[in-house]
């Protein structure tokens, strides 16, 4: 009789990342979180700019104020030329992480894959439908059905930083992750529906760009002199098509090649992704805040937030929605599939990721524009609503990440324990032979050190007790 098969092993998610992958999202992170309190710093100075009533007059003036060359349409203001212009930059790189992923990361293998993505969708379903049925019921505007489901990953990083909770490398990575597919989602988003009428000549000429850009990079060609003047026109063109100018971005960082060739230290989208990283999280995100989170905030503006369907319908989204979604998808997908928990987590620190994912900022505040483009007051009432649902997704998340934090900062510890002084962290050697015999070279010198100490306790406390005799036996000759 032929012997049953073993079964599968069960695949643990959140697992331990490889040393190549965490040291790649311990840098992106880095980057990001930098970035992250930049743009609390810009949104804070928005609102203050916004608010205080010698400052409001300016605050509309400057955003208002438009410059560009009116002859190729692009006479824009400075709001239009942060959210169309700047955040092309944002889409820029977002683009060259989906393609690393694809390519190098989670994304590749869809095992791995397979958790991320379908969080993600959870993640952007579950806040449209409760934006639906909130705005359904209230008898308020569909149009803003997708302003919730976006997950703003600087911001939520900002978080973890101020807060100071050190997240195992693994749940960042999920995170990441998680933020790149749901970059993926908004952009499509972005592109199928909200697109109102195609200039065919324009789209003609960006597409006609775009294959320059991927022929110039076949070929090898370098030089920011080639590649930056047309990406500018790119830019330009996608604009005047009628597709929003960010999908430019995206297309381009798309095409970089994100694998290293033989000889190569690093591959061109993983180096162009190091130089433009920190203008886009320390310049470009912050900037398109500046202009966009300024929205004047009273008791009544806060009121309505909770009474008007739209408003309520992203606040809910966006605290509610976010959190349901990835937390019931993780879970779904655990329940279904071989992939279970690691034994260092809870499904309560799923919870809190989940709960943190429910800040939405940056592309959140850009669909609101687009949305509601033809309506100012509900635009700057659905901008309150978002920036109030971050803020309590924030302080939930915090709360949640608190409870549990002496918990990862072991965790992070002993993932950062470099006992024999290698440059690699010790959990990454354990099946290196090399490895073993440092450490045992290092114990056999702790070993002889207290062997030493030892003896020279050993040889005080003799000494002080061969004291104490004598001074006794000279205090009975004296009696």
């Known amino acids: 009789m032929a012997a049953s098969p073993p079964p599968a092993p069960t695949r643990k998610a959140f697992g331990r990342l490889s040393l190549p992958e965490r040291n790649f999202v311990a840098d992106a992170l880095r980057t990001e979180t930098v970035g992250g309190v930049l743009l609390l710093v810009a949104a804070i100075a928005a609102l203050l700019w916004a608010n205080i009533p010698a400052l409001q007059h300016s605050y509309e003036t400057v955003g208002h104020y438009h410059f560009g060359p009116e002859a190729l349409g692009l006479n824009l203001s400075v709001e239009h030329w942060a959210a169309d212009g700047l955040l092309a930059i944002f889409f820029f790189v977002a ?76 749940l960042r990575a999920f995170l990441l992750t998680l933020a790149v597919v749901d970059d993926l989602f908004a ?54 098509s009628g597709i929003h100018a960010t999908i430019a971005g995206v297309a381009m960082g798309l095409m970089l090649r994100c694998t290293p060739r033989e000889g190569e230290e690093e591959s061109p989208g993983e180096h162009i992704e190091h130089l433009v990283r920190p203008l886009s999280a320390g310049l470009a995100v912050p900037l398109f805040a500046l202009f966009s ?30 959190t349901v979604g990835i937390f019931g998808g993780t879970w779904l997908t655990a329940r279904f599939t071989r992939a279970s928990l ?13 709960t943190l994912a429910g800040i939405g900022f940056t592309v959140s505040l850009l669909i609101d524009e687009l949305a509601f483009a033809g309506d100012a007051a509900l635009t700057d009432e659905v901008k309150a609503s978002v920036l109030l649902g971050s803020l309590i997704a924030a302080v939930l998340a915090t709360v949640l990440l608190k409870i549990r934090n002496a918990k990862y900062r072991r965790m992070c510890e002993e993932e950062e324990r470099d006992e024999d002084a290698s440059g690699v962290p010790d959990i990454y050697e354990q099946d290196d032979p090399d490895y073993h015999l440092r450490m045992a070279a290092l114990h056999e010198r702790k070993a002889a050190e207290h062997r030493r100490l030892a003896e020279e306790k050993a040889a005080a406390r003799h000494a002080v007790a061969e004291g104490v005799g004598r001074a006794g036996d000279e205090g009975h000759r004296r009696a």
């Open 342 to 354: 690691s034994d260092d987590l809870a499904w309560a620190d799923l919870f809190a990721v989940a």
């Open 293 to 322: 989170a300024g929205v004047v905030v009273s008791g009544g503006a806060l009121r309505d937030v909770f009474t008007q369907p739209e408003t309520l319908g992203v606040l809910l989204g966006l605290v509610v929605g976010k």
């Open 95 to 170: 683009g060259i992480e989906l393609k690393r992923e694809l390519v190098a990361g989670d994304l590749k293998d869809p095992s791995k894959a397979v958790l991320p993505v379908v969080a993600a969708l959870c993640g952007m379903a579950a806040p449209a439908l409760v934006y639906m049925l909130t705005v359904v019921t209230g008898g308020g505007s569909t149009a803003g059905w997708a302003v919730p489901t976006a997950t703003d990953i600087a911001f939520a990083l900002a978080v973890l930083a101020v807060i100071g909770t050190s997240l195992p490398s693994a």
């Open 187 to 240: 952009i499509l988003i972005i592109a199928l529906f909200f697109t109102e009428q195609l200039n065919f000549a324009a789209l003609g000429g960006a597409v006609a760009g775009l294959v320059v850009f991927w022929l110039l990079l076949r070929k090898g060609v370098r030089g920011w002199y080639v590649y930056v003047p047309l990406a500018v026109v790119i830019w330009g063109l996608m604009y005047n």
